[in-house]
Nanobody, 124 residues
Framework: QVQLVESGGGLVQAGGSLRLSCAASGRTVSNYGMGWLRQAPGKEREFVAGISWSGGSTAYADSVKGRFTISRDNAKNTVYLQMNSLKPDDTAVYYC?????????????????WGQGTQVTVSS
């Protein structure tokens, strides 16, 4: 069983940046696709970014494309989400998730392990 712990969230002004980290323990995640998803109050959890097991393939939601970058360091069993040019609409709890397979997916049920989430709040 893998444990995922997110960190790096916080309060930032619009236009600012944050870097989220997701540290995995208990087992390696280097053979699996990983994803970042978020959930705003009153909304469903939505896909933000995904990365394949090797890091060679990534995907982003249209709403964050060009502003967010997902990356991974398999030697450290860690996944990152660099978030630039943040907007108030980015305010949400951000979750790291481990995929069931080597590649990412936009579907929530494609992930079988989740972190506890980290709050990101962007003020206008």
């Amino acid at each position: 069983q893998v444990q995922l712990v997110e960190s790096g969230g916080g309060l930032v002004q619009a236009g600012g940046s944050l870097r989220l980290s997701c540290a995995a323990s208990g087992r390696t995640v280097s053979n699996y696709g990983m994803g970042w998803l978020r959930q705003a109050p009153g909304k469903e959890r939505e896909f933000v970014a995904g990365i394949s097991w090797s890091g060679g393939s990534t995907a982003y939601a249209d709403s964050v494309k060009g502003r967010f970058t997902i990356s991974r360091d398999n030697a450290k069993n860690t996944v990152y989400l660099q978030m630039n040019s943040l907007k108030p609409d980015d305010t949400a709890v951000y979750y790291c998730a481990k995929g069931r397979r080597q590649f990412y997916s936009v579907a929530r049920d494609a992930y079988d392990s989740w972190g506890q989430g980290t709050q990101v709040t962007v003020s206008s």
